[in-house]
């Protein structure tokens, strides 16, 4: 007699989607996409404008990357293949970039000549420099138009004849507005910093004001610097108090298995000697969630999905991604736990369905590692421009120093079982226009189901289950593509 029965128990096994499996279904709405605001939490502490996070991997977030990230509203993570003190430099580029107040501010000295100082500012690329003694008391300061030749100042003449010595300074507590303010009432283009001692501690710039002001959309901690996050090994409590130190706002502990207990105990005592929010991460079941929820930040999702990733392959073992985000984020939620769905977004509509599953936010890795801002060099092959893009779990990553992610750390085996490929990824020009792409995106996924915020997107959103053929009629089919779109290729 035939029978539905498996043979065994052990074949009862649940089904577990992924993007392709799953379509948004479509709802009323009066939404524009454009309209659609994108903020969003993504760890305890940490708002985004944007629900984007770049992978921490050393061929995809460095420290140009992630200025460019939290400029554009979201959150580069730097990668760990460098050293502790390398991390801390990286943290405290991107924390420098932006900032009101310049630190490193050249200066100059009364008794310098004219020529001198002029030959001083074309080096260090400064039109204005103020004029401190050895207190680092301001005495006054000499821009380009003191010294111009008609103004009856000769080269070898002394700096304080040639400096203006009325000078107009402001306090530490100075905002953006009151900078500027000063700057168009004295006609000035730069006021410097003193402390009560009238001692230089740093300069505003009208040039720095205009650049903050474009962009607007920036992620930016309390004190306006932008926002970065750093990956640290799960037992690498150097590397995360040494990032903590340096400002970073988020630490990521960075494993390919979270639910590890060793990896949790190690994950809680490092939460417990930062400042930084601490997201832990890769996880992809509902129990891995519960044993984490309670001391973390935020969650990262994600076993086996990224384009260069072959854990599932190596390993056998993984979840497939839309199962794996809606399982963790069940339990997070509960929780108020933001998550963050890691891996496999080829499209912006996965970006946006990661988001319908339950993610705050999503991380991607092959989407960036194409761009001018990552790491690495253009190469040209048959005609056509790629840069490099290597899985973390690669053996030239690993030996880079990266293999603790995969709980294989062993310094004397050069064997490695590597879990990712190394890889080329298409060149693809500034990031700045592949956010533009991602985002709209989203934003349009957001505007057919008739969303306004990612919260209620989240709310509001439902899957219909999607088959072959149904898959088959999303893409673009029964035609030869004629012209690349910037958002859509087959081949992805
Ligand atoms: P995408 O699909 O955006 O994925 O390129 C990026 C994410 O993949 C993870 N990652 C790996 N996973 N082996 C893996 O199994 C690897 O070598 C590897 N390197 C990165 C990581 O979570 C990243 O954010």
């Known amino acids: 007699m035939a029978s539905d029965e498996p043979f065994s128990e052990k074949l009862r096994v649940p089904e577990a989607l992924t993007f392709d499996d799953v379509l948004l279904r479509p709802k009323e709405s009066r939404v524009e996409p454009d309209d659609a605001d994108m903020a969003t939490r993504v760890s305890t ?15 995809v977030t460095e420290a140009e990357l992630a200025i460019e990230m939290a400029r554009e509203g979201g959150l580069g993570v730097l990668h760990r293949n460098m050293t502790v003190e390398e991390t801390a430099e990286h943290v405290e580029t991107v924390k420098r970039a932006d900032e009101l107040i310049i630190r490193d501010v050249v200066t100059a000295s009364p008794e310098q000549t004219v020529r001198e100082v002029d030959r001083m500012m074309g080096k260090e690329g400064v039109s204005g420099a103020p004029v401190v003694d050895d207190d680092d008391v301001v005495l006054g300061i000499i821009s380009g138009t003191d010294i111009r030749p008609y103004l009856e100042v000769g080269d070898r003449d002394e700096v304080r ?22 700057m168009y009432e004295h006609k000035i283009e730069r006021v410097p910093i003193v402390d009560e001692e009238e001692r230089l501690t740093g300069l505003v710039t009208m040039q720095g004001i205009l650049a903050r002001r474009e962009y607007d959309n920036a992620a930016r901690a309390s004190d306006g610097s932008l926002v970065v996050g750093v990956a640290v090994g799960p037992f690498e409590t150097d590397r995360a108090l040494a ?108 970006a946006i369905k ?71 990824t298409p060149y693809k020009g500034s990031l700045e226009s592949e956010l533009h792409q991602l985002v709209g995106g989203m934003q349009s996924g ?43 290729s087959p081949d992805n």
């Not at 790491?375 to 990266?402: D, E, F, L, W």
């Open 45 to 59: 502490n940490v708002t985004l404008n944007i629900p984007v996070l770049s992978a921490a991997m050393d061929t």
């Open 161 to 182: 004849e040639a400096m203006t010595d009325e000078v107009i300074t402001a306090g530490e507590d100075v905002t953006a507005r009151e900078a500027l303010e000063l």
């Open 243 to 350: 990032a903590d130190a340096a400002g970073a706002d988020i630490v990521f502990i960075d494993c390919a298995h979270a639910h590890n207990l060793d990896v949790i105990d190690s994950a809680r005592e490092i939460k417990a000697e930062v400042d930084a929010d601490v997201v832990v991460g890769n996880v992809g079941t509902r129990e891995a969630a519960e044993a984490i929820v309670d001391f973390a930040d935020g969650v990262k999702v994600g076993i086996g999905p990224g384009s260069i990733c072959t854990t599932r392959i190596v390993s056998g073992s993984g979840m497939p991604q839309i199962t794996a985000v809606a399982e963790v984020a069940d339990v997070a939620t509960q929780h108020d736990v933001p998550v963050i769905a890691d891996g496999g977004i080829r499209y912006s509509g996965d």
């Open 354 to 424: 990661a988001i319908a599953a339950g993610a705050d936010a999503v991380m991607l890795g092959s989407y960036f590692a194409g761009t001018d801002e990552a790491p690495g060099r253009v190469i040209t092959m048959n005609g056509k421009r790629y840069k490099q893009y290597r899985g973390m779990g690669s053996v030239g990553a690993m030996k880079s120093g990266g293999g603790d992610r995969y709980l294989k750390d062993d310094p004397e085996d050069e064997e490695y079982v590597p879990e990712g490929v190394e890889a080329a």
């Open 446 to 488: 957001m505007g057919y189901v008739g969303a306004e915020t990612i919260p209620e997107f989240k709310e509001r959103s439902e899957f219909v289950r999607v088959s072959s053929a149904g898959q088959t009629e999303s893409h673009a089919h029964d035609v030869v593509i004629t012209d690349e779109a910037p958002n859509y």
